[in-house]
């Protein structure tokens, strides 16, 4: 054996940018940002509006007939408040919109106030990892049926925990909300 040789180890594992809306009706999505050979690639404005133009307009169609009274509400994450992106879901959700700079104003770091971090991604990270994931590939047809597993009650008890959690909010003056447990 020659004790030079190196052996060269990624530093980190390959991961998956993705991207979901959830509602009381269901989660759209998964969506995956990658590049046309199928890499992960990191979400920037354009990427965000393409994503919007491509996946969640045809998606809403195929949740709801009707949109006029479907809100978006999404962080402040600057990819998603961009000129290009702000014009691209204000488009979509015209004067419904709950975002940093958006017709209802949200801070910018709000995770106990959006259902997707309050329990989405936890939710997923919980069952996806139960398995031994290998690739990519796996990773990702794991979240897809992970998230088609999650019933459509499920989603509405999330989305009726909003209302309790926005005045915890305000009881807390805009503080995080500590050692609460809601029902999902």
């Known amino acids: 054996e020659n004790p030079k040789t190196m052996h060269e180890k990624p530093l980190h594992c390959e991961k998956v940018t993705v991207w979901c809306a959830l509602s009381a009706f ?9 590049d046309d050979s199928g890499k992960t690639v990191t979400v920037n404005s354009q990427r965000y509006v393409h994503m919007i133009q491509t996946f ?45 700079y958006g017709n209802i104003s949200w801070p910018a770091r709000s995770p106990d106030l959006s259902a997707c971090d309050y329990f989405l991604w936890g939710h997923l990270k919980s069952k996806v990892y139960e398995a031994n994931i290998h690739t990519t590939d796996e990773l990702k047809t794991k979240i897809r049926e992970e998230i088609r597993t999650i019933p459509q009650d499920m989603c509405r008890r999330v989305m009726d ?24």
């Open 161 to 184: 925990n909003m209302r309790p959690r926005f005045q915890e909010c305000l009881r807390m003056r805009g503080g995080h909300l500590q050692d609460i447990v809601f029902k999902t």
């Open 56 to 100: 969640l307009t045809q998606q809403l169609l195929e949740f709801h007939e009707n949109t006029d009274n479907v809100w978006f509400q999404q962080d402040g994450a600057t990819s998603h408040t961009a000129r290009i992106a702000m014009d691209a879901v204000n488009g979509l959700f015209q004067n419904r919109l709950i975002s940093r």
């Open 26 to 34: 269901g989660i759209i999505g998964p969506y995956f940002f990658e």
